[in-house]
């Protein structure tokens, strides 16, 4: 079960690596094809608070692949911390934003919660 929680936090953490790019360095060119709910109009004056946002989905990549390289025994405590960060976010985002975040973000971090405490 190890491998297979690795794996899904790894996957995980390149999602919000992803997102980073796009709300930071993107938001205008790709952002409207990935956020296709955002009018294209509020791409322009959003862009320092995107930036802002993709700092924080930065981190969690950060904490995502710290989880991954940490010694073996602060592996289960360092990915709980921050798969349980990522579901949080994303279950808050489908209850305010849109539901797909769910199954984007909340979900596959559950999945990873649960394949940690199975290891």
């Not at 959003?46 to 950060?62: D, E, I, S």
């Not at 289960?76 to 539901?99: H, N």
């Not at 559950?110 to 394949?115: P, Q, Y």
């Amino acid at each position: 079960m190890t491998l297979a929680a690795k794996a899904v936090i790894a996957l995980v953490a390149v999602l919000h690596l992803y997102v980073l790019w796009i709300e930071m360095f993107a938001w205008e060119s790709r952002g409207p094809k990935v956020f296709r709910m955002i009018p294209k109009d509020m791409f322009a004056p959003t862009k320092a608070m995107m930036a802002n946002q993709g700092l924080y989905n930065g981190f969690l990549a950060a904490g995502l692949i710290w989880a991954l390289v940490a010694a073996p025994d602060r592996f289960v405590s360092v990915a709980t911390f921050f798969l349980a960060c990522v579901a949080i976010a994303g279950i808050f985002g489908a209850m305010t934003a849109a539901r797909r975040i769910f199954y984007v973000q909340a979900l596959p971090a559950l999945v990873g919660l649960a394949l940690v405490w199975l290891g």
